[in-house]
């Protein structure tokens, strides 16, 4: 295997594949995710060793390494307060957490590394997204068309769940992963663009928005219309298309809508609960009993943050500190969540404000790298077109005011890390570019 990697191709091509593989590792499971990244990481290790840790954006880095040195930190302290004072959970509970979330910092360093050195390509894995989402969206028609899915899996209620079974997550693996389809043939297959691009770009459009629809996840529906606007309103290659994409969205959403019952329904309660969470929020009586599940939700976290302001409660904690939170109603019938379903909340209340002010900063140093350096500079990154996907989903991934899951999930992480390290990796490379010329 080794004498195998030791040829340059051959390890491209492995490393290749590897990434290849997460977009259909992120269908089959967690188990199968935190299995491919072990492979990238050790692979990566094995072969490059302490290369992989020689920085090219230090400032960058550095908070990055120091926001997980916060979670370690912050971790240590909530565990000895919970062993001093005979608490639930026991041990060394949240250490152990910790430690094993250290795999996203070797995932970016990783990623970052192959990339900014030209040892990996995005060909296969844009290749991989674009039949992994349309083998998702024909699973969701398959699904609704007979009731049951390629796999036997049934429609939960009004939403459809394609190949994912009992987890509600078809519309947000679509809203990630779809958006590559459309920048596969420009970037990689050149030769087909001036013949079938016209054609397919609508085709592809009108599949993942029917799917997405059908899925009953409103959220990822409304953020990959948002992704796609953001794309056609800063590409100048892709504003050619602005007139198709409002006539298919318009022409498709109100056919489906008025179409399909369930789909219909789904949108109406939305903007029914969208219009209470405004008025209950301009009132600020968050706990009234008719406000909407997200709103109650976000007032258990601010009890909840109160409890360890500066430095959080530790990664996966929220669940026992919202039980244990100040002016809790015991006779109230709502329950805590496992988290507050936002990232920003659950890092404020996980990290404190301190976390918050770090991956901010992250967060803010990663649109500067990528969205600033594209469409406001005069850097050569503007001549590069592969970052463009990465760009705005991201900004989708981390904008504010949505409904997520956890933070600190397998799926959600490796998601956010990937990209991120993606992108400080194709400006590394193009940084490498400009200093030789």
Known sequence: MLLF??????????FS????????????GNMIININVLILIVSTLVLYGKEVFKFQFKILDKFILLFFLLILFTATYNDIFFIINDLYPSGYHTILKSILFLKYLFLYLTIKFLIGNRMIGLKYFFVSCTLCTLFVSFDIFYQFIFGKDLFGFEPIGRRLSGPFGDELIAGGYLQRFSIFSFFLIPL??????????KYLIPIFFVIFISALMLSGNRMPFILFVFTISLIVLFQKQARKYLISFIIIFSLLFISVYNINDKV???FDTFKIQIS???VIATK??????????YLREFATFYDTWLMNKYIGGGVKNFRFYCHTRPNLEKNSKFICNMHPHNYYLEILTETGIVGFLIISLIFLQILYLSFYKKYISKSSFITNNTVVPFIF????????????????TTGNTTYLFLILAIIVGLNCKENLIEKKI
């Open 393 to 408: 989903l991201f900004i989708a991934e981390i904008f504010p005011l949505k409904s997520t899951g956890s933070f600190f």
């Open 17 to 28: 594949f590897l990434l290849a593989l997460l977009p259909v590792s992120f269908i089959a």
């Open 284 to 293: 600020g009586n968050y706990n009234d009993k008719d406000a909407p599940q």
């Open 188 to 197: 990689f297959l050149n030769r087909f663009s001036n013949k079938y691009l």
């Open 264 to 266: 219909k329904t789904n």
């Open 276 to 278: 209470k969470m405004i």
């Open 5 to 14: 990697l030791k040829n340059t191709e051959n390890t491209k091509k492995y």
